[in-house]
């Protein structure tokens, strides 16, 4: 016997002196929540199940929602004029589109005792793509119209524009051990549920506030300054945005994602500079493109106009055998032929 049809058998015999106990408090918290269930969104109609025996109902039952957008939806439950003592709810979704984050029955007609919940995997038989949410309360039970049973809160993993229903009720036959019920307050654990009202949920693809830049800087052993990245108007080359400073990694590598929430669609430059290095830039399509891979950044313009020359090798020679932090360019401590070698190795270029 599973741990929802020993609950449901000991509810509904009203066996158990601790469910004798508790109907005076359960009986209770009944007056209280029939008296807020006016404050419930009236439910759409339509959906299946007879006058006389209730029906459960997932609420809103069709709406549109963000990918990384968290989201709740509520399960109602209509006892058609019946008092209940029990619910099963039994839920199937697309783990690939959907992720459960919680299940509150804070405000739930059934109280906040006597209750199984499970979902993400946490029982065996409810892996993850199926939730499972039993609720309990002894006689004199519940009765309610727009009666909420709990809330789920759901967040959106990946795009989806469905043709059926994608958040459904598992209702197949009364007393399956993993199939929604409704157990009316008769002594005999009868099972009243009638239809259900699934959903329809649309998850689009939420707006791209970040860009991802990818870089390297010849030459480094350890690194710890930062390199500034701008984007560009491409006829202007003015700023359309604050310059970023990012560090990077210990081997002299980037791959940063920067916050550009307010820049408008169009083509930009991006460009990346470093003291000592020689600027990249290239072009993007935003939001079309989400990265700028600039590729290595070549090492030697030590006084920063951009072309590595006679110049540099001047700032070089005056530096040499010192820890200069401009002319060492590999960063081992000391300016020596190990850093000439990446000056002359890219002599006469030009940054971007």
């Known amino acids: 016997m599973t741990m929802k049809e020993f609950l449901f058998r000991e509810l509904s015999t009203k066996k158990g002196l601790?469910?004798?106990l508790a109907a005076f408090l359960?009986?209770?918290?009944?007056?209280?929540?029939?008296?807020?269930?006016?404050?419930?969104?009236?439910?759409?109609?339509?959906?299946?199940?007879?006058?006389?025996k209730a029906t459960l109902s997932i609420f809103p039952n069709k709406a549109t929602h963000k990918t990384g957008e968290e989201f709740p939806v509520n399960i109602y439950l209509n006892t058609k004029g019946n008092k209940v003592v029990a619910v099963a709810v039994y839920l199937?979704?697309?783990?690939?589109?959907?992720?459960?984050?919680?299940?509150?029955?804070?405000?739930?007609?059934?109280?906040?005792?006597?209750?199984?919940?499970?979902?993400?995997?946490?029982?065996?038989?409810?892996?993850?793509?199926?939730?499972?949410?039993?609720?309990?309360?002894?006689?004199?039970?519940?009765?309610?119209g727009n009666g909420l049973v709990a809330t789920i809160k759901f967040k959106a993993l990946t795009p989806v524009s469905p043709t059926n229903d994608n958040i459904t009720f598992t209702f197949t036959a009364p007393y399956a051990s993993s199939d929604s019920d409704v157990i009316l307050d008769d002594g005999q654990g009868t099972d009243i549920l009638s239809g259900v009202n699934n959903a329809k949920y649309t998850l689009v693809l939420s707006k791209v506030y970040h860009l991802k830049v990818k870089a390297l800087l010849e030459g480094k052993?350890?690194?710890?300054?930062?390199?500034?990245?701008?984007?560009?108007?491409?006829?202007?080359?003015?700023?359309?945005?604050?310059?970023?400073?990012?560090?990077?990694?210990?081997?002299?590598?980037i791959d940063k994602e920067i916050d550009v929430a307010d820049l408008p669609s169009g083509k930009y430059q991006v460009l990346v500079k470093r003291q000592g290095y020689l600027a990249k830039k290239v072009v993007i399509s935003w939001p079309t493109t989400t990265e700028a891979v600039m590729g290595k950044l070549s090492a030697g313009d030590l006084n920063d106009d951009n072309i590595i020359n006679s110049l540099d090798w001047s700032v070089m020679s005056n530096k040499w055998r010192s820890s200069d932090v401009v002319a060492d360019i590999n960063e081992d401590g000391i300016v020596n032929t190990l850093d000439w070698g990446f000056l002359n190795k890219n002599w006469g270029k030009e940054g971007d």
């Open 26 to 52: 359960a009986g209770m918290l009944v007056i209280l929540q029939e008296a807020r269930k006016t404050q419930f969104p009236e439910l759409l109609t339509g959906f299946l199940g007879s006058e006389k």
């Open 92 to 144: 199937t979704y697309d783990p690939s589109h959907f992720q459960v984050v919680s299940v509150t029955t804070t405000d739930s007609v059934f109280g906040t005792g006597y209750e199984i919940i499970n979902y993400n995997g946490s029982a065996s038989h409810t892996p993850t793509g199926t939730i499972e949410i039993v609720k309990a309360y002894p006689s004199p039970g519940v009765k309610a």
């Open 221 to 253: 052993k350890r690194f710890n300054k930062k390199l500034m990245i701008r984007i560009l108007d491409p006829e202007s080359k003015e700023d359309r945005l604050t310059p970023f400073e990012e560090t990077a990694d210990e081997v002299g590598k």
């Open 18 to 20: 601790i469910f004798i």
